[in-house]
């Protein structure tokens, strides 16, 4: 669900073991596969970390849920403009009172646990967890050329420290540079926006602290 993560995309499977190397620290290499378990699921603050996503949510939502989805699809939908000047993103999320309130309502996203990842992966695989590699256990939970995906890993990332004007500005600014980028394109040959002239210049100031 989107519409309820602030900031996030989804990490693809072959970048899945680098991906958590990177944010870390270990090894993947030299990790076995329950280690790996309980790296993805060690404790976060204010949602930061690794966060896992079933696959098949829409499938196992009632009735009621997916009913609920589509007001408050809508309601993302027209307070995104708002969301995104105020708060410098458009989603929400389960770390908010309403974030909170809105995933009730379309039923638990973020309720991936420990426990389950592991009778996944132990159910019908050839190797219990124990007995994995790291990297077998990863493919495993997230998919490769020989297994489909049950879990999706997603990357959480903050917004840029811009301030609310300035993203108020790219709602006047991204139309202009996108009018500019033929007549930039025949005199310069080039549409990217630098501060070697002033109409670069003037609009990174307006939108970014760059």
Not at 9 to 25: F, L
Not at 142 to 152: A, K, L, T, V
Not at 180 to 194: A, I, N, S
């Amino acid at each position: 669900m989107s519409f309820l993560k602030k900031h996030y995309r989804k990490v693809w499977d072959s970048s899945v073991g680098d991906y958590i190397e990177k944010h870390s620290g270990f090894k993947i290499d030299r990790m076995r596969g329950n280690e790996v378990l309980d790296l993805l699921f060690v404790d976060s603050k204010d949602g930061e970390g690794f966060h896992i996503r079933d696959s098949n949510f829409y499938s196992e939502q009632e009735g009621k849920h997916r009913v609920n989805t589509l007001w408050v699809s809508l309601l993302t939908i027209v307070s995104s403009p708002y969301r995104y000047v105020r708060y410098g993103h458009t989603g929400w999320d389960q770390y908010s009172p309403i974030g909170k309130w809105l995933q009730e309502r379309i039923g638990t996203v973020d309720n991936v646990t420990k426990e389950q990842v592991r009778e996944y992966v132990n159910k019908d695989g050839y190797k219990k967890i124990e007995d994995m590699s790291a990297l077998q256990a990863l493919e495993k939970i997230f998919g490769d050329s020989e297994y489909c995906n049950r879990y999706d890993l997603l990357h959480t990332y903050k917004s840029e420290s811009n301030t609310w004007q300035q993203r108020l500005n790219m709602f006047w600014a991204f139309p202009v540079v996108m009018i500019c980028k033929p007549f930039r394109y025949v005199l310069y040959g080039h549409t990217e926006l630098d501060h070697t002239t002033k109409f670069g210049r003037w609009i990174l100031k307006a939108i970014s602290n760059n």
